[in-house]
């Protein structure tokens, strides 16, 4: 990509990336794992 292309945001969104053109949204919540649980111990 040259130096002068352009990023539109509409290639952003087909492309499913973030940057300075679409920057992601503050206050989304990204999916986070799952809590710790207790690990079952193979000694059981």
Known sequence: ???GDRKPRKGKIF???FGKARP???G???VAPPAKAEKKSKEE
């Open 15 to 17: 492309r499913h990336s």
């Open 24 to 26: 992601r949204k503050k």
């Open 28 to 30: 989304e919540t990204q």
């Open 1 to 3: 990509m040259g130096k």
